[in-house]
């Protein structure tokens, strides 16, 4: 469809051709984000370890708190895996409380696990319990 006249090239109207920076070329912004995927649990630390040391809680820096915070996410992730595996044993879609003991049991040892356990069961205790009608 081109056509040559002396020495220029014709060429049929439509997109104009790209200028600057090629797609390839374009330099990527760094981000220092974590993904949204991932839950983050950096203000939950600080203030465990404010409440834990009440008169002079320690400074704890960056990297700390985020090695910190992939502990608990590869806890929860465990746990909720196990959760999983368990509820389609038994063959349900949803995962109750039985499963989420029995991954506790069986992921979390000692002072963590009993702590767990604890907390399972207030947080249990807090919710309303639905009215068979």
Known sequence: ???????????????????????TEKKKKKTNHM????YNFRSSIKRMLKNTYQAAPPQVSGPVVESLCNIVCDIIDKLSNDCEILARKVGKQTINLE??????????????????????????AKVPSRSSK
């Open 1 to 23: 469809m081109e056509a040559k006249t002396g020495d220029k090239k014709i060429i049929p109207a439509g997109k104009a051709p790209a200028k600057g920076v090629g797609a």
């Open 35 to 38: 993904s949204k995927s991932q």
């Open 99 to 124: 499963e989420v003991m029995a991954a506790v049991m069986v992921n979390l040892s000692g002072e963590l696990r009993t702590h767990a356990i604890k907390e399972i069961k207030e947080a249990v």
